[in-house]
T-cell receptor, first 113, second 115 residues
Framework: AQSVAQPEDQVNVAEGNPLTVKCTYS??????LFWYVQYPNRGLQFLLK????DNLVKGSYGFEAEFNKSQTSFHLKKPSALVSDSALYFC???????????WGAGTKLIIKP | ETGVTQTPRHLVMGMTNKKSLKCEQH?????MYWYKQSAKKPLELMFV???????ENNSVPSRFSPECPNSSHLFLHLHTLQPEDSALYLC??????????????FGPGTRLTVT
């Protein structure tokens, strides 16, 4: 079955440190992967996607994600965290059977000053 | 977030009321979605419309009724809801190409409380 997992409910990082939010996936074909961010009382905002090409994908707000086929992972990264990065982050993978998105449960990222 | 707008932003309704949620997308997309977001649960896809035709209905109770009059507008009609239907309802749109949908763009959501 196709699925996506975000193993951490919450990640705490000090401002200025690098951050990583983890995502692993399981699909039958080539993965189409996405990261979204949700700020309090707001809808989800698209950050970046991997369809094909370079394993390192750059997105909005200085975020990037690394696609690792052997580990079936698509971790979200940022070299230097900002307090304003505190939000809920969702990973998603496209379901090959109907082309809809399968969503992870979300990871709450807290950046402390 | 001005690409996809939703009204109202907040709604409190009794179990016997009838109300409607509205979504409008200004991105020229050809697919629209309704999601339900409850605390500590993954996003639940409720309905998908592609080219104004409903293509997905993930076993949503009949007290939720979608309507897509054109490619820019999507409604969710609500009637005789239950308290467990209280949640954030999100609308999204995307551009389908050759049967593939790519990134979705979301509205700010309607926070629904059923009393």
């Amino acid at each position: 079955a196709q699925s996506v997992a975000q193993p951490e409910d919450q990640v705490n990082v000090a401002e200025g440190n690098p951050l990583t939010v983890k995502c692993t996936y399981s699909v039958s074909g080539n993965p189409y992967l996405f990261w979204y961010v949700q700020y309090p009382n707001r809808g989800l905002q698209f950050l970046l996607k991997y369809i094909t090409g370079d394993n390192l994908v750059k997105g909005s707000y200085g975020f990037e994600a690394e696609f690792n086929k052997s580990q079936t992972s698509f971790h979200l990264k940022k070299p230097s965290a900002l307090v304003s990065d505190s939000a809920l982050y969702f990973c998603a993978v496209r379901d090959d059977s109907n082309y809809q998105l399968i969503w992870g449960a979300g990871t709450k990222l807290i950046i402390k000053p | 977030e001005t690409g996809v707008t939703q009204t109202p932003r907040h709604l409190v309704m009794g179990m016997t009321n009838k109300k409607s949620l509205k979504c409008e997308q200004h991105l020229g997309h050809n697919a629209m979605y309704w999601y339900k977001q409850s605390a500590k649960k993954p996003l639940e896809l409720m309905f998908v419309y592609s080219l104004e035709e409903r293509v997905e209905n993930n076993s949503v109770p009949s007290r939720f009724s979608p309507e897509c009059p054109n490619s820019s507008h999507l409604f969710l009609h609500l009637h005789t809801l239950q308290p467990e239907d209280s949640a954030l309802y999100l609308c999204a749109s995307s551009q389908e190409r050759g049967g593939n949908s790519y990134e979705q763009y979301f509205g700010p959501g309607t926070r629904l409380t059923v009393t």
